[in-house]
């Protein structure tokens, strides 16, 4: 099973300035086949004799130049260049199966990050070794044993940080408490509603935090370019932005775990979260809350401690359905938080009767599954290993 460790780096002036360069050798390999791709792709399609372009040409093509043309590339390790580009042939091949947009140029600032095939990097302790730099002190010893699989580098803010794949050989935590089901609804209010009645809210840090981040976002724009307030705006933007980010990863972690720790059977609703997203008022809201993010923390979890997460259609009506009689209303406005049951009289709460919904849903699925496919609105995931963000996720290896 793959799991990833963000650990922090703690590297001195020289090495960050090498991290630095081994970033910016990345991104410049990355853009450079990027806009080779697009050439050879228009010649080809004018010259239908010539060879479409693939990752693996375009790496041997800049291995063939790089000494004349690029000769800085050589002061980094090889790594660097080679795997962004086969990360552009993932982002590639994710695009043609219409799983992504269009692959865009990396920029400076928001993709500073190179990635290391388990070959060329070590970690004993808290160091990590990195070819033509050497060892590197981390803020933590890395926490999963098993098969390190590769490292990505990046840095957030001023910070660097390297992100350990590791196939791991045991599941790293033990399994859920029990084997009772649970359901969970997702919302704007509360960040979660369980079946249990228990409500989880988003971190309320969050709110003051965005309205800095506007006050911010203006600030910079109305420095100078080239600037050095302009740099230094930037950069109290840049420490904002990483800030939120780890408040919220950091709640979506705590209710994931809380959740799985708990429950061995997890129904939630199968969210279009782009279809969502689309819809700009709620837009902001549930790209905030990381309905998404929440949703994968719980299937790789589950999946550690044994546990399953149960997926319900999402046209399964689960807050119109009473969940003590299954009476089903005609409709339900947004606004109502409560409603009264027609058929048995019960008073529903909005969210709790929809995690309950989920819930017998995810218990049901059991028998089904015995039953007969494709019988109900559930549909199970099996146990697979920890999700990664896709540019880690390819498989890297060079002799
Ligand atoms: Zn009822």
Not at 86 to 101: I, P, S, V, Y
Request: proline share 4%; hydrophobic share 40%.
């Amino acid at each position: 099973m793959l799991v990833t460790h963000r650990i922090r780096l703690d590297p001195n002036n020289v090495q960050a300035t090498y991290l630095a360069l081994a970033a910016g050798t990345a991104r410049f390999a990355y853009n450079w086949a990027l806009s080779e791709w697009q050439k050879q792709y228009e010649a080809c399609k004018a010259d239908p004799t010539l060879a479409k372009p693939s990752e693996a040409a375009l790496r041997r093509q800049l291995n063939r130049i790089k000494r004349e043309q690029y000769p800085w590339m050589l002061e980094v390790t090889k790594n660097a260049p080679q795997i962004a580009i086969m990360q552009l042939g993932r982002a590639f091949e994710n695009f043609f199966a219409g799983r992504a947009r269009y692959p865009r140029f990396r920029r400076k600032g928001r993709d500073d990050r190179f990635t290391l095939s388990n070959d060329q990097f070590r970690i004993e302790g808290r160091h990590i070794r990195i070819p033509k730099l050497g060892w590197v002190r981390m803020w933590e010893t890395l926490r999963f044993a098993g098969k390190v699989v590769s490292a990505s580098v990046a840095r957030v803010a001023d910070h660097w940080y390297a992100s350990i794949t590791v196939d791991t050989f045991d599941p790293p935590v033990p399994p859920a408490d029990n084997q009772s089901a649970v359901g969970v609804d997702l919302g704007i209010k509360a960040l979660a509603t369980l079946s249990t009645g228990e409500t989880f809210e988003g971190p309320k840090a969050l709110r003051t935090l965005l309205t800095r981040l506007r006050r911010l976002s203006r600030a910079l724009s109305r420095k100078v370019k080239g600037s050095r307030n302009r740099v230094r705006a930037k950069l109290r933007l840049a420490r904002l932005h990483a800030r939120i980010a780890n408040i919220r990863r950091d709640s979506l972690h705590k209710l994931s775990a809380s959740i799985t720790r708990r429950f061995h059977k997890i129904g939630i609703e199968d969210l279009n979260v782009k279809g969502m997203l689309g819809n700009r008022h709620l837009a902001r809201a549930i790209a905030d809350m990381g309905f998404y993010e929440l949703r994968r923390q719980l299937e790789y979890k589950a999946a550690w401690r044994g546990g399953q997460v149960v997926l319900v259609d999402r046209w399964f009506p689960s807050s119109k359905l009473c969940s003590c009689c299954s009476y089903r209303l005609e409709s339900l406005g947004l606004d109502m938080r409560h409603w009264t049951c027609p058929g048995c009289g019960a008073l529903n709460d909005r969210d709790v009767n929809a995690a309950i919904n989920l819930r017998n849903v995810a218990v049901s699925s059991t028998a089904s599954a015995c039953g007969g496919e494709g019988a109900g609105p559930a549909r199970e995931r099996e146990a697979k290993p920890a999700p990664m963000k896709q540019e880690s996720n390819c498989k890297v290896n060079f002799g």
